[in-house]
């Protein structure tokens, strides 16, 4: 209520503890007219606190309190502070609990990363934690989760399971406990041991508080996820649990109903649970298991027992999560037909909310065998839904859905009615629309001439949202299929004559005419000068790149007509083309010019020869769907269940110089090109090591092997070796880098007798990375990989700039029916780029010295984790990418190295100094380097390896 | 999750996985502009980066939660109005400016409902009960305080 006087607006009721010289400041805040007055407001009161907390006068708690309180709302409004974390400190040993829970907030808020706070910050927690307060244990563990910071992790992921599962602990402590203990592990999973406690976790699942029951389930989807094996017991407990919760009244579970829907959190919590594992092995499991699915089917249509939202909202979020589950099995064709008949009910609820889920969760069924056929009967309300709906974000699923559940049956429809849709689809969306229209166009073309239409109708419609991607493809595919070539010129002869058109069709056309304007060439009404002057008119309102093209077609017409030669070589003479201000123009021109000049008919023929055929590849247009949308998005397609026939017109090269997809052109000076990589001996069928004669090391365990996060550790000092393994699959990893640019090697080994179905690695990267780091992958794997077989792919990396957080390979595939995925860390780390520098002792301390500043500085003293030899020292140092100086450390046990880590974008140099401590067994690492966060993250990475 | 209202100030915020104070702020403005550049009915749910956005609006305030992929919308939305319920009940229908002058208990509140971005406890009672029970705890040291202070003053009469 902005204008109301200062007593207008404080609360009437004031709950619990009072602050009035709190709810002074607010008030006092809340009536400034402007930001300069807020902040002389906020500079004048943090003035007086710091002169309080600075004061001979000791602070009594309440005062402490209230003042770091109010620092706590200067900062939520968005201001910095810098001090007040020792008073905070001092308020979590006060024995008064709002005392103790003021400074726990204040610290969850603002954790500072000072090292002599922490200390004394845990100390107060292993207090608490201590104190077999039940209050005062929540408020410790609250504050854990809330940082959840590594530190802390180190501190107390040991002990939180032993609070956990102890007899004595109170209801309340052990929820804090779980979730506490979720948020460390997904933090730091390293830190949190497994053992004997695992398995009483489990048996929260049959717990009486279902408060409990909850806390527990998220903790258990957590760590089940990492270790499927340990926790297979926990299938029963919850489908038990689950079971009583759907088969209950509506009031039975008393407080834990919610809108006369039986405890809807739990229920949802269960069934994601569930979706960790393959369906119950145990008959008995799994009928009860059926049988609640279709308990929750069948209450779907019963009528509501309420009307309000939230007893429809929580009953239809079970529903949901019910639905995925079903999915996600993909093995009860009846069920899968019973959902999608479900959703089929929601498509036209007048619930926006409800549209909007159904048509999102259609999408995934639309991709199993079972229901892809019902989901097709939903097409015309999808349709309209394109059409009709107001909210741009479900118009968005909707196009996803028809995305997802074309095919060769209904192709050509759903291609027109998005083309139509893109006439006035959301800017937003619109090149997203495109690719997909280019997918959908060029996968499911049976006469390639509807094809070639309606690429040309997308430039028309949206040309500046066709991508580059989507014009190479066509002019791959039109080179690639002679059946097309005649109709293609013709068309696009024909979309010239347009008065205004896209410059992307002037490059389509451009380049169809170089290479096949001879096709119709024979009618007058396109004879060779009539195709000239037509492609020259749009010329000179073209941009560089496209006049460049031009330049080709018209060198390339020299060739094919000779009647047009003198009129082209006047082009190419005219002084705007020879004395061009643009040096490709201009070189372009030139060398064409002079080439129709002195070269015979027959070497002119040679060298503009038509394009030989692109050599078959995945396409890039769906790799650039991917891009865009992330992991499984092109899934509907890449699932080789529907016409995997349809790939006979990959092509794959770019037919101009300037490319965006083709690895960078740099990549050859790897030298790697030339010389193919040495091939996997032939694997022995059925053999448990496929890769062991290629890896060397310990890292080929047949089934106790490490953790894909240990082995992802251990690939920091070295390039070679196994990534993963399981009982179904090994991936190897070979790779090499040079400068910013590197190549990987992935070996994919199936280990079982059964063949993989649907087999599908990608790369992924999280977040921005991608405009850090660069992978393409440039050779594919086929989507069947055969029992005991072994196939590879070939990464190509650029390094552009620092990256902190490495790609992630997602590998998906079926095995016996089942679907499996895994996602796991590629081994690219920043060191990978690593130029290793020799210098003499004087440089490396100059330079040591201008790398002084404290942010530039990295330290970490740790255990030795191995035993400490020099010899494995040194060779893990050189793993990690540095060259190793001798002779500058003044104490010899030190090991000392320098080197550059090298981006496209810029350069950082590193030195290092380990120093490592035989009595004590530990160590201490020291880095430098320009850059802050490069310094601690390679810090980090080392640290490790000792 | 984000408590903000309708002029775009940010009343609460609440972060599940660390972040800088940079990334927070920039991820609160983008996320306070797109939702409220949204119309009414439309759907509550949209994609944002690699998350899920789920928000609602009661009174002059948004409630606003960013989930994964996975995660299930409908039962967010619940999440979202068992909080308002929890809060209401606290502070008896509540107001923005309960949430403004009493922002601290808003978080007690959270901790007891939602920890390490899981639901801990969805029971009302439950959740109520420990937030009362510290209430309670306080009011009793005030009491005590009190009782000192009027211990102290008979003193200095006598």
């Known amino acids: 209520r902005p204008g109301a006087n200062t007593t207008a607006i404080m609360p009437a009721v004031s709950k619990g503890d009072g602050m009035r010289g709190l709810a002074v400041f607010i008030s006092d805040i809340r009536n400034c007219k402007s930001k300069e007055a807020e902040i002389k407001r906020i500079n004048k009161e943090l003035a007086n606190i710091r002169s309080k907390f600075k004061g001979d006068k000791a602070l009594d708690g309440y005062s402490k309190k209230k003042y770091v309180c109010k620092l706590l709302f200067i900062f939520l409004l968005g201001h910095d502070i810098d001090f007040g974390h020792m008073e905070a400190v001092n308020l979590l040993s006060s024995n008064k609990y709002t005392e103790k829970q003021i400074g726990y907030l204040f610290i969850s808020v603002l954790v500072n990363s000072n090292s002599e706070l922490i200390r004394l910050i845990n100390n107060a927690i292993k207090n608490d934690l201590a104190s077999r307060n039940p209050t005062f244990m929540c408020l410790a563990l609250h504050c854990i989760a809330n940082v959840g910071s590594r530190e802390m992790g180190e501190a107390f992921a040991a002990d939180i399971p032993r609070i956990l599962v102890a007899g004595d602990s109170m209801d309340s402590v052990k929820q804090s406990a779980a979730l506490c203990l979720l948020r460390l592990y997904k933090a730091s999973p390293d830190l949190v041991p497994m053992g004997e406690w695992t398995a009483r976790v489990v048996h929260l699942l049959n717990d009486q508080h279902m408060g409990v029951v909850t806390a527990a389930v998220s903790l258990i989807t957590c760590l089940c996820k990492k270790n499927p094996d340990d926790f297979k017991t926990c299938i029963s407990l919850a489908v038990s649990r689950l079971s009583r919760i759907v088969s209950s009244a509506s009031t039975d579970l008393q407080d834990y109903t919610y809108y006369f829907v039986p405890a809807p959190w739990l229920s949802v919590k269960l069934l994601r649970l569930l979706q960790c594992y393959p369906p119950p092995e145990d008959a008995a499991v799994k009928g009860r298991l059926v049988e609640c699915l279709e308990t929750v089917l069948n209450k779907a249509q ?109 192709a050509k429809q759903i291609v027109s009615e998005m083309l139509r849709y893109l006439e006035t689809a959301d800017y937003a969306i619109r090149e997203e629309i495109v690719l997909k229209v280019a997918i959908l166009a060029e996968k499911y073309a049976v006469d390639y001439s509807w094809y070639v239409d309606t690429i040309l109708n997308l430039i028309r419609i949206a040309g500046d949202y066709v991508s580059e991607e989507v014009w190479y493809r066509v002019l791959q595919i039109v080179t690639n299929r002679d059946d097309v070539q005649g109709y293609a010129a013709k068309t696009v002869f024909e979309a010239l004559q347009a008065p205004a058109c896209h410059e992307n069709m002037v490059k389509v056309g451009g380049y169809i005419l170089g290479e096949f304007g001879n096709l119709i060439a024979g009618d007058p009404r396109s004879s060779p000068p009539v195709q000239f002057s037509l492609l020259h008119s749009k010329f000179h309102l073209c941009s560089v790149a496209t006049r460049a093209l031009l330049l080709s077609t018209y060198i390339k017409f020299i060739n094919l007509f000779p009647e047009t030669k003198a009129t082209i070589q006047g082009v190419l003479r005219a002084g705007s083309q020879l004395r061009n201000a643009d040096v490709e123009l201009q070189q372009r021109a030139v060398e064409y010019l002079t080439l129709s000049s002195v070269a015979s008919t027959d070497v002119l023929a040679t060298v503009l020869e038509e394009m030989p055929p692109f050599p078959e590849r995945e396409s890039s247009i769906l790799a650039k769907l991917k891009r865009k949308k992330g992991p499984g998005a092109g899934s509907a397609l890449d699932d080789g269940r529907r016409d995997p026939s349809s790939n006979d017109i990959n092509g794959g090269v770019e037919p101009t110089p300037s490319t965006v997809s083709t690895p960078s052109p740099s990549a050859d000076l790897l030298g790697l090109r030339a010389a193919p990589p040495p091939a996997a001996p032939p694997a022995p069928a059925g053999a448990g090591n496929l890769l062991v004669d290629v890896f060397d090391g310990p890292a080929a365990q047949p089934s106790l092997g490490p953790t894909p996060e240990e082995a992802f550790l251990r690939f920091v000092c070295k390039n070679n070796g196994v990534l993963f393994e399981n009982q179904l699959l090994q991936i190897g990893v070979k790779s090499e880098f040079r400068q910013n640019l590197g190549r990987m090697y992935l070996f994919y080994g199936n280990k079982t007798s059964v063949q993989f179905q649907n087999f599908l690695p990608t790369v992924v990267h999280p977040g921005d990375l991608q405009t850090h780091i660069r992978l393409n992958v440039t050779k594919r794997v086929a989507a069947q990989v055969d029992g005991g077989a072994q196939v590879q792919q070939v990464l190509n990396i650029e390094c552009l700039r620092d990256f902190l957080t490495p790609p992630l390979l997602s590998v998906r595939f079926r095995y016996g029916g089942t679907p499996q995925s895994l996602t796991l860390k590629l081994p690219v780390t920043i060191n990978k780029f690593f130029q290793p520098t020799e210098m003499a002792a004087q440089d490396f301390f100059q330079r040591w010295k201008q790398l002084s500043l404290p942010q530039q500085e990295a330290q970490k003293i740790f255990k030795a984790n191995h035993p400490m030899d020099a010899v494995l020292t040194k060779a893990k140092l050189l793993g990690f990418g540095s060259a190793l100086l001798d002779n500058v450390d003044p104490n010899p046990e030190n090991f000392v190295g320098a080197g550059i880590i090298q981006t496209k974008a810029l350069q950082v140099g590193c030195l290092l100094r380990l120093e490592p401590n035989a009595q004590a067994q530990m160590y201490r690492l020291t880095l430098r380097t320009s850059k802050e966060p490069v310094s601690r993250h390679l810090c980090e990475l080392l640290a490790q390896q000792f | 999750m984000l408590l903000f209202s309708r002029q775009g100030k940010l009343r609460l915020q609440k972060w599940y996985v660390p972040l800088s104070d940079k990334e927070k702020k920039k991820i609160t403005r983008e996320l306070v502009q797109t939702v409220l550049a949204r119309k009414p009915k439309m759907c509550s749910f949209l994609e944002w980066r690699d998350l899920k956005i789920v928000y609602k609006r009661y009174a002059s305030l948004y409630f606003c939660c960013a989930i994964e992929d996975q995660d299930n919308e409908l039962i967010t939305l619940e999440i979202i109005h068992r909080y308002v319920e929890l809060l209401d009940k606290y502070f008896g229908s509540v107001c923005e400016l309960d949430i403004i002058f009493n922002f601290e208990k808003a978080y007690f509140i959270l901790d007891e409902f939602l920890l390490g971005g899981e639901v801990q406890e969805t029971s009302k009672k439950n959740v109520l009960k420990a937030i009362e029970q510290a209430d309670l705890l306080q009011e009793a040291i005030a009491c005590e305080a009190s009782v000192i202070t009027l211990t102290v003053s008979q003193i200095t009469l006598k």
């Open chain 1, 302 to 410: 019963e009528p509501p027992k309420s009307k309000k939202v939230q007893h429809s909202n929580a009953k239809n979020a079970i529903l949901f999560e019910t639905i995925s589950l079903i999915i996600h099995y993909d093995s009860e064709p009846n069920l899968l037909v019973r959902a999608c008949n479900q959703l089929g009910q929601f498509l036209q609820h007048r619930e926006t909310n409800l549209r909007y889920l159904a048509l999102e969760s259609m999408c995934t069924l639309a991709s199993s065998e079972f229901s892809h056929e019902a989901v097709k009967t939903h097409i015309d309300t999808v349709i309209n839904a394109l059409k009709t709906e107001r909210d741009v974000s479900v118009r968005q699923r909707a196009a996803d859905l028809l995305y997802a559940m074309c095919d060769r049956s209904n």
